[in-house]
Structure formats: structure tokens, C-alpha cells
């Protein structure tokens, strides 16, 4: 019986990191590719304790210049921008779930290419994630410019992928 229940669990974790690998293998992809104006990528793996982001987002829809930043104007642009946004400052789960911040960082990825991304990525540690009913993204007022956030998701509820928009800035994850 004990046994049984064992390997129940390492195959679901096995699933579990499969379909991680997938969802990392997939957004390194895309990080190869140049990356289109106006469109950040991004990845939300919620399971039964954590929630993992990690978003890749055009300069240029951070600070509106890909270049270095090389005058005042642009050196402050920039540091009020990685201020502002931070990503738990406008991803912000519902306090029922009683998620704790565990680490969070933004910034521009290294490399001097002709395009630059900037990186977000945050984990917290949860109480209780079946509180987490949907995701909001209060994000895109705070740039200059962004789109859509093309996301791919893994919760308790399931997997899957969506475009998010100024307009259409929610998603449920219990209706997906
Ligand atoms: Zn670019």
C-alpha cells in the first residue's frame, strides 16, 4: 500500500519536472529568437507551496531605448524603471493564500546585442495556494508601451497558455 503510494508520487513529480523542463526549454527558445516590440514572454509555475515568474520583457518597453543608457535623462529613466517595476510590486496574490516573498530581481539581461531584455523573476512561498483563483497583472500602465504578455502556466488546476493585454490584464485559472 505504502509502496504504491510511492511511486503515485514520484510520477507525478516526474511529470511535474517534465513539464517544467518544458515550459524553461521553451522560454530559452524564445530568448534566442529576437524579440518582438511591444511583447514580453513569461512563465508562472504555482504548485502545492510556490509560485515561480519569470518574465522576459523588451527594453524598450521598459525604459524606451534599447541602447545603454549614456545621459542623465536615460540613467534616471532607467533606475526609476527598475524601481517601478519590480515584479512584486504589481503581481500581488490575494492574502488569503498568505504568500511570503522568497526573492524577486529585474534586470537587463547581459550581452550587447542589438536588442535587450530585461529579466523578471520572483518566488514566494504560500500558505495555502488554492486561494489563488486568478492571476492579475497590473502591469502594463507602468511601461512604456508593452502589448501583450505571452504567458505559459502550470497550477494545481492545470496547464496552459495566454495572452494577456492592457484590456484583458486577468486570467482564471479555474476556468482554463
Ligand atoms: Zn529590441
Known sequence: MSQLFASEVT???KFKISLFA?????????????HQHGIATATL?????????QMDIPADQVVGFEHAPNTPQE??????QLQKLQPHSW?????????????ASFAPEPGDSAHVDYVSSASWQCADVSQIKQLQ????????????????YVTPQGQGAATLTMD????SFADN
Open 11 to 13: 510520477l507525478s513529480m
Open 22 to 34: 518544458m515550459l524553461c526549454s521553451s522560454a530559452l527558445l524564445a530568448q534566442q529568437h529576437a
Open 45 to 53: 509555475v504555482i504548485d502545492q507551496q510556490q509560485i515561480e515568474w
Open 75 to 80: 540613467q534616471a529613466q532607467q533606475a526609476a
Open 91 to 103: 503581481l500581488v496574490w490575494p492574502s488569503a493564500a498568505n504568500c511570503q516573498l522568497k526573492n
Open 137 to 152: 497583472l497590473d502591469l502594463f500602465t507602468l511601461t512604456t508601451g508593452l502589448e501583450q504578455v505571452q504567458l505559459q
Open 168 to 171: 484583458q490584464n486577468q486570467l
